[in-house]
């Protein structure tokens, strides 16, 4: 079950953390992966574990926030493989603050990001998953879509319209054999996470992070690899008949509070 043999996979932000882990699996699974990061030495990084296990891969450096960057590298992608079966778009930024403290560069950047390279990617992949009769198309949301969450004001806001644009692509190309989902993790254990409590609590790092992880109703931070399970499962042709949702991975976070 869930092998992802003969498909191909382009993920979005896989240089690290979930990215990463999503990455991982679906080439131990068979897929052959599209890396793509920020960083080319990033996604060249993962595509060197993958590699390094006998799975088939290959990386680019795409800054999703770039509409013709994006378009460059799937037409690359394009003349290595034959045609693309899934995209994850996993490439995303945070940002802390409230309506009050964040500024307008702060909404720009992260609307570039998280929802502008949302769209990009989804284009590019659609434009070929069309005429091909198919295709999976996987967003990283949050939970920060479903509920509040205090001083993720931008956040929430790009999460919001990654839920919106999940929900709309289902239903606008569900005829053409394209299924659309997204997962809304709760907090995850990336690099991220431990490069904010080095920053802004230094010295007290082990004391934050176990605060941050009691915070989930379950009383750990989700890991990874457990992401990327949930994403296999919403990837595969066991999912078949999965689309236009949302799915919580949060510890009890959104319900059990």
Do not use: W
């Not at 897929?31 to 574990?49: F, I, R």
């Not at 799937?74 to 996993?90: G, H, P, T, W, Y």
């Not at 005429?131 to 969450?149: D, E, R, Y």
């Not at 915070?215 to 690899?225: E, W």
């Amino acid at each position: 079950m869930f092998s992802l043999s003969q498909k191909t996979a382009v993920i979005t932000g896989a240089g690290s953390g979930i990215g990463q882990a999503i990455a991982l699996l679906f080439a131990q699974q068979g897929a052959h992966v599209e890396v793509l990061d920020l960083k080319l030495e990033s996604a060249q990084a993962t595509v060197d574990q993958i590699t390094a296990k006998g799975g088939s891969a290959h990386a680019s450096a795409c800054d999703v926030g770039d509409g013709e960057a994006v378009k460059a590298t799937f037409a690359e992608i394009s003349r290595r493989q034959a045609k693309l079966d899934i995209l994850v778009n996993n490439a995303g930024i945070a940002h802390i603050g409230s309506v009050l403290t964040t500024t307008e560069a702060d909404l720009d950047r992260l609307y570039r990001i998280n929802i502008k390279g949302v769209f990009h990617c989804s284009q590019s992949a659609l434009e070929r998953m069309v005429p091909q009769g198919g295709g999976v198309i996987l967003n990283l949301c949050s939970i920060a879509a479903q509920m509040g969450l205090a001083d993720r004001f931008a956040y929430s806001m790009t999460k919001g319209a990654v839920l919106m644009m999940t929900y709309s692509m289902a239903k606008d190309f569900i005829k053409q054999g394209i299924r659309c989902n997204c997962i809304n993790p709760a907090r995850v254990h990336t690099p991220f996470v431990d490069g904010y409590l080095a920053q802004t609590y230094p010295g007290q790092e082990a004391e934050m992070f176990q605060k941050l992880s009691e915070a989930q109703p379950i009383g750990r931070m989700a890991q990874p690899a457990e992401i990327a399970a949930l994403a296999l499962y919403l990837c595969s042709d066991e999912a078949g008949f999965i689309t236009g949702s949302a799915y919580p991975i949060d510890g009890g976070a959104v319900n059990l509070r």
